[in-house]
């Protein structure tokens, strides 16, 4: 039975994997710029033009789909794992579990916690402390 925990925000995932060949450290970036701003003219320099600026439903849907592409990528690097725990600051955690339900594999979590941004050696230990591995 194959063991990992993912740490992950809206930039990056540590996904951490406790396997009985060892373990494995991954990370996966998203690339997503979480609000993007608009462009155009500013009130000194000129009116704003209509064309200039992206509607809000439209930047809300773009977001989504990388995020969306963003989450798939960390799933594919946990396929081998039959349980999850996930953690993290922010609401990427939760948007993560409600894409591992949407793919039918919302059963594999363990747990879902919130966490401050850890370093990679404190990611791997709140993983072993979930799953009570010893240190090796």
Known sequence: MSKTGIWIDHRNAVIVSERPEGEAIDTVWSNVEK????TGDSVLKGPYEALQVPADDKRQRALTQHLNAY?????????????????????????????LEHK?????????????????????????????????
């Open 104 to 136: 039918h594999l919302g059963s594999r979590v363990a747990g879902l916690e919130s966490a401050d941004k850890l370093t990679d050696r404190q990611i791997t230990a709140k993983v072993r402390e979930f799953f009570k591995i010893p240190a090796s």
């Open 35 to 38: 609000h993007p701003e608009r």
């Open 71 to 99: 989450y798939d990528a960390v799933i594919a690097k946990t396929v081998q794992a039959s349980v999850v725990f996930i953690f993290g600051p922010g609401e990427a955690k939760e948007e993560l579990k409600r894409r």
